[in-house]
């Protein structure tokens, strides 16, 4: 599967950014949809994932109740809307793409598991 990511840009903390990631390729919907993002100078790091039918959900603690992952398996997108940004959510943001056998099963912490991904959007918050 083929991942292309978009939607990055400026905002003032305190703002939103709504990122989007289409797939293409294969079945789109065989597959667990994540975020991360990487920080200059710092590990990529996880921050969204959601199962293949969209149920279900999981965020790292620094986001949750800010950032919402969802998919539209009709138009093979997944999106992150990020509200109440922080300068610390300065980074470049990937979608990445692993399969999974469960229908509700999510994808995995870890960015090694993960043979996919988008060519990254940068996202900066202004202080």
């Known amino acids: 599967v083929q991942l292309q990511a978009s939607g990055g840009g400026l905002v003032q903390a305190g703002g939103s950014l709504r990122l989007s990631c289409a797939a293409s390729?294969?079945?789109?919907?065989?597959?667990?949809m994540s975020w991360f993002r990487q920080a200059p100078g710092k590990e990529r790091e996880f921050v969204a994932t959601?199962?293949?039918?969209?149920?279900?959900?999981d965020y790292t603690d620094s986001v949750k109740g800010r950032f919402t992952s969802s998919r539209d398996n009709a138009e093979n997108t997944v999106s992150l809307q990020m509200n109440s940004l922080k300068p610390e959510d300065t980074a470049v943001y990937y979608c990445?793409?692993?399969?999974?056998?469960?229908?509700?099963?999510?994808?995995?912490?870890?960015?090694?598991?993960?043979?996919?991904w988008g060519q990254g959007t940068q996202v900066t918050v202004s202080s």
């Open positions: 390729g294969r079945t789109f919907t065989d597959y667990a």
């Open positions: 990445a793409a692993v399969l999974r056998q469960g229908w509700y099963l999510r994808g995995p912490r870890d960015p090694t598991a993960y043979s996919h």
């Open positions: 959601t199962s293949r039918n969209g149920g279900s959900t």
